[in-house]
């Protein structure tokens, strides 16, 4: 553990409190947190988890934009329910996102978990764009992603971040809770 993993960390925990409040703060907050994990990732060799806090930089831009500009009358984007078939389609993406990750690091790379971390990478995109549109299945997607990652992170000895998903796993129930009784969801 490091003092630069403790600092990213309690940005984290911030970032997802905020947005589990549904506060545009979260995603300034998150942009600095992705951009130290990504140098943390590298760090440990999970190179997945690695570009994924890079795309995250972008998406974090994305998510406040959507937050604040992004819906009605450009007063921001309202908590809404995904289709079906939105979906289906999310996690189909997820599914072949990790496969072509994890095919490219196990052969291209010295990453230490490949599949695990591409497997996370891929669906974790997935959540993240969900969350940056205010979709209210992120949640439990994140619940189930972050319980994986709690267990990555102890095996990889990064303690102070698997905490951290461990957190993030209780705050994304929340959240879960929070956006379903939210007056403004929509279908």
Partial sequence: MSNIELFAAALGVL?????V??????????????????WIFYDYKLYSNMLLQVVYAGVQVYGWWQWTRGGVADNGR???YLGHREVLTGLLVGLTTSV??????STWSDAT????????????????????NKRVQCWPLWIVLDVIFVGLFVYQSLYLTAALYALFTLLAVQGWWQWRRDPAVTA
Avoid: E
């Fill in 15 to 19: 970032a997802v409190w905020l947005t």
């Fill in 21 to 38: 409040k549904q506060n545009p703060l979260c995603w300034p907050i998150g942009l600095v947190m992705v951009l130290i994990y990504s």
């Fill in 78 to 80: 309202p908590v809404s």
């Fill in 100 to 105: 072509l990750l994890g095919a490219a690091m």
């Fill in 113 to 132: 978990q490949p599949w695990l971390d591409a497997f996370l990478t891929g669906f974790s995109l997935v959540a993240q764009g969900w969350m940056a």
